[in-house]
């Protein structure tokens, strides 16, 4: 390969490639960074507490291997919360605050979270750069140690509950810190993707912690009780594998929701191709939408379904009445202001997730103000879904061509939903398919217009007043996009 300058099509290549090995090597080191500061951090801070703190309890190496060998049982019982996973820890962690030197148990709590990973190390199925980040997720030990010790309260006593509480609070707070500190800084994640999860941890945690104070009253005089933890940790275990396994069976049924829904649209878009083809353009802009307006995951995908089937009840529709070039008359009419209540009975004999989203196909053409179909909601009336898609559904049809009329613009599209935003259409949807949808056609246009020739491009026919098939305002060269309503 010969560069002849450096701004060939080769040299802007190779360009390109280095800037990306330079990207990722810079992440790594900033991975690399940021986890071995954290871990040794931790590492000094547990140190310099089992060296500097008083202990107020004997070192036993028999009970310390007795809670090792606990916590590794417990550490292999977990259980889904929210997006992620969590471990009963807390019924031998608290114990271990008591039964051992307090201010040793960072330490031990080191060791136990690195133990079961041994195995793997020595097989070399995980790499050493996977330690560091395993020891950051002890840093949650800190905090009760420090509470505990500075408030002279290692001998347990039920009179230093608010003690206890403050421990516990302070653990959630070196957690949080530790945690969120070194996602943003090894992986750029920010606070609000952390918290969520977090907070379930938590609540696993401080649910625990009053029968992890329990174990820890009984084995204080009978070590051999933390034996004990194992009793819930057998319960937990039985209620994580039945969780797992109904996890497993939900996403399964929610990929066969997916498919049924993609293939009722494959149906509609086989019955007339350009309605099927303008669900999926009405599913890609509604999508945007709603992220912009920042629907949560299940709305977005009530939303997905919602716009793909909101035609399906015009399988119902001949397709004469659909594809007539003509105005139609009022049983016409009729049928066609029908097709939303068609789709959600379509969609309730499937039932489950789609008997939902019928819910929305039903409401996808009605307005606003009230004027829209079938039943005359109005405003928060509607589901936030349908007027999304209401919106979206507009703007498709009116920069498509159909068999009655031409397509227009997209600058003229926009005009027209703003126009009618407050009537046929929410504004707050108006507005963010606007924000979407505007800087690129501005793009577009100043592309276009630097590279118009001196000869006048053609004008834009007036488009027959007419209504659109669905109800939609689709606006004509100087007509209203009012709809009739039928008597």
Request: one cysteine or more; aromatic letters at 6%.
């Amino acid at each position: 390969m010969q560069l002849d300058s450096y701004d060939s099509p080769d040299a802007e290549a190779l360009l390109l490639v280095a800037q990306e090995r330079l990207e990722r090597s810079r992440r790594r080191r900033r991975e690399i960074v940021a986890t071995s500061t954290g871990a040794l951090g931790f590492l000094t801070a547990a140190g310099l507490l089992a060296a500097l703190a008083p202990w107020q309890r004997p070192f036993s190496i028999s009970i310390t291997l007795l809670v090792l060998l606990v916590w590794v049982l417990v550490d292999r019982v977990k259980f889904p919360v929210a997006g992620g996973w969590t471990h009963p820890t807390m019924l031998i962690f608290v114990p271990a605050l008591f039964v051992l030197p307090t201010p040793l148990v960072p330490l031990v709590t080191t060791v136990a979270i690195l133990l079961p990973r041994v195995p793997d190390l020595v097989r070399r199925r995980v790499r050493l750069a996977m330690v560091p980040p395993v020891i950051i997720d002890a840093w949650f030990s800190i905090g009760p140690v420090l509470v505990i010790v500075l408030a002279g309260a290692q001998q347990l006593s039920w009179s230093h509950w608010p003690v206890y509480v403050c421990a516990l609070l302070a653990q959630f707070l070196f957690d949080m810190v530790a945690t969120i500190g070194w996602s943003y800084a090894a992986e750029g994640v920010g606070p609000s993707l952390q918290l969520p999860l977090l907070s379930w941890v938590w609540a696993v945690d401080a649910a625990l912690a009053p029968l992890g104070l329990l174990i820890a009253a009984a084995a204080l005089t009978r070590p051999g009780l933390l034996l004990l933890a194992l009793s819930p940790t057998a319960v937990l275990w039985l209620f994580a594998r039945e969780r797992r396994e109904r996890l497993h069976e939900t996403l399964a049924l929610s990929g066969a929701y997916r498919g049924t829904a993609y293939l009722l649209g494959d149906i509609v878009e086989a019955d007339d191709h350009y309605t099927g083809m303008h669900s999926r353009d009405v599913v890609q802009l509604s999508l945007a939408v709603a992220r912009e307006m920042q629907l949560d995951s299940t709305q977005q995908r009530s939303l997905e379904f919602a716009a793909l089937l909101h035609d399906i009840g015009k399988i119902r529709v001949p397709k004469e009445i659909i594809n007539k070039p003509g105005k139609l008359d009022a049983n016409e009419w009729e049928l066609i202001r029908h097709h939303p209540v068609d789709g959600e009975q379509m969609l309730q004999l499937v039932g489950g997730t789609l008997a939902s989203v019928g819910q929305i196909v039903r409401a996808s053409h009605e307005r606003y103000d009230g004027e829209g179909y079938p039943d005359g909601l109005a405003g928060d009336e509607i589901p936030i879904e349908a007027r999304i898609i209401f919106a979206c559904d507009a703007f498709s049809a009116m920069t498509t061509d159909r068999p009655y009329r031409s397509r227009m613009s997209t600058g003229k599209a926009l005009d027209e939903l703003a126009r009618c935003a407050g009537t046929h259409f929410d504004p707050h949807v108006v507005a963010a398919i606007n924000r979407l949808v505007a800087p690129a056609h501005a793009a577009e246009q100043a592309r276009l217009d630097s590279l118009a020739r001196p000869a006048s491009a053609p004008s834009e026919g007036p488009t027959a007043s007419r209504p659109d098939r669905r109800g939609t305002a689709v606006a004509s060269s100087g007509g209203s996009p009012e709809l009739p309503r039928p008597a």
